[in-house]
């Protein structure tokens, strides 16, 4: 018997934030948490941010779910759940990144189109060594396309696999990444909502399970300075009314055989590839990922089956066409990234931005792009900022709030480095 319930947000710095509830509450249900949540920075620094109300009595917002969505959960007699959130008078949270991300399905629904979205994660393991202190996992057959117990000496993957199949999550891999210890997860693509709850709760439980081997398994985009870096590509397509993919305009895939909603909406991420950095690359520890020749998504650029570009167009036609978005990284919120490159692919369609040539150069010692993205936080934020038909249509409310947060942790990061660095953020990320 399930004796009580868990119910989680994740906020604005994608973190989960949550409750347990007695049984009673396990149905269409809600919950009250403090509005000013979104004004707590990673060190628990309590901010009067835009929207949070922390000088205005910190009042609350309600977490509000359907039954339907509740689930099993990979704690023995819980179940979980994810909501929306709303003000105290009802309505819809602006600030709520779950909201965001509906509201962008909804954009591209007026259209006739359903977005499907499919995330793939990236996460180095640390341990702690005799002193305390967090090193690499040692993995010492670990790398590129790594499987069995010489890439994952405790197994914890295998049991992350078996918790997965258990709660319905639709996994499509999981392998050793480049770096050893790290490891790439794949969940199938699904309706954009539904695949960023399963891809949230995910990352939640592979974190949960992790720990339980004495493992920090962490998200962040460069934990280990001396390896490679961590990113949460996007992959995206839409559904017509007829149930058909309409990125595809045949069998074959790849640029020569792109239809004009495909190039609209590259066209619509070239253009706004500056501010979109300020929301899915939202740390300092992201400029230490995103760079020239790092596989990342720096360049303001698109290609074919091209893994040194930013926005990468399958080769594969059919009901499998897609575009593929590299610049992301799980220490921004998923919803939030989703909802923002949702919205860009939009923007590019209905303003009818150019789209310009396909990169041709390696992307190692030769790239045609000249343009990438800022070199760090302050400069991604303030081309966020300057981007305001993004920040409007994503949202100005929750932008502001972002905008806010990620100017202070400029200031609070500024000084930090090495493992005073990653140790800001590698236990919430």
């Known amino acids: 018997m399930k004796t009580r319930l868990r119910a989680l947000f994740c906020d604005h710095l994608s973190i989960m934030?949550?409750?347990?509830?007695?049984?009673s509450k396990i149905g269409d249900g809600s919950t009250r948490f403090c509005r000013s949540t979104f004004g707590v920075h990673y060190?628990?620094?309590?901010?009067?941010?835009?929207?949070?109300?922390m000088k205005q009595g910190l009042p609350d917002m309600e977490l509000i779910w359907r039954h339907d969505d509740i689930r099993d959960s990979w704690h023995e007699a819980t179940q979980i759940v994810l909501g929306d959130l709303y003000d105290d008078a009802g309505e819809p949270l602006s600030l709520c990144p779950r909201g965001a991300l509906k509201r962008a399905v909804a954009g591209w629904e007026a259209k006739g189109l359903t977005p499907k979205v499919g995330i793939e994660l990236e996460a180095f393991a640390l341990q702690a060594d005799d002193n305390g202190r967090l090193v690499p996992y040692d993995a010492p057959g670990g790398g590129v396309y790594g499987t069995g117990p010489f890439a994952d000496p405790l197994r914890f993957n295998d049991r992350i696999w078996a918790m997965a199949d258990q709660m319905g999550f639709s996994l499509e891999m999981i392998t050793a990444e480049f770096d050893s210890p790290q490891f790439e997860y794949v969940l199938t693509f699904g309706d954009a909502v539904k695949a960023v709850d399963d891809i949230v709760l995910f990352r939640l439980m592979a974190r949960e399970i992790a720990l339980e081997y004495g493992i920090v398994l962490t998200f962040m985009p460069k934990p280990i300075a001396e390896?490679?870096?961590?990113?949460?590509?996007?992959?995206?397509?839409?559904?017509?009314?007829?149930?058909?993919?309409?990125?595809?305009?045949g069998a074959r895939g790849g640029p020569e055989h792109m239809n004009d909603l495909a190039r609209g909406c590259l066209a619509g991420l070239i253009h706004h590839h500056q501010g979109l950095a300020g929301l899915i690359a939202p740390t300092a520890n992201s400029y230490m990922r995103l760079q020239p020749g790092s596989l990342s998504g720096y360049w303001q650029n698109w290609g074919g089956d091209h893994r040194n570009v930013t926005t990468r167009i399958s080769s594969e036609g059919g009901a499998k066409a897609r575009l593929e978005h590299r610049m992301a990284d799980a220490s921004s919120n998923p919803y939030t990234?989703?909802?923002?490159?949702?919205?860009a692919a939009r923007l590019g369609i209905e303003n009818g931005h150019k789209l310009p040539p396909m990169e041709t150069g390696d992307g190692f010692d030769r790239t045609d792009a000249k343009t990438g993205t800022a070199i760090d936080l302050r400069g991604?934020?303030?081309?966020?900022?300057?981007?305001s038909a993004l920040t409007e249509a994503v949202g100005a409310d929750l932008c502001a709030n972002h905008v806010f947060m990620k100017q202070k942790e400029v200031r609070k990061t500024r000084d930090l480095e090495g493992d005073a660095l990653r140790d800001f953020y590698v236990y919430f990320i």
Do not use: Q, T
């Open 43 to 53: 060190d628990r620094d309590l901010l009067d941010a835009p929207g949070a109300m």
């Open 17 to 23: 934030r949550g409750k347990y509830l007695p049984n």
């Open 337 to 343: 990234s989703v909802a923002a490159v949702l919205h």
């Open 380 to 387: 991604a934020v303030a081309d966020l900022e300057r981007d």
């Open 227 to 249: 390896a490679g870096g961590s990113g949460m590509h996007i992959n995206l397509s839409f559904a017509d009314e007829s149930g058909g993919n309409a990125l595809s305009s």
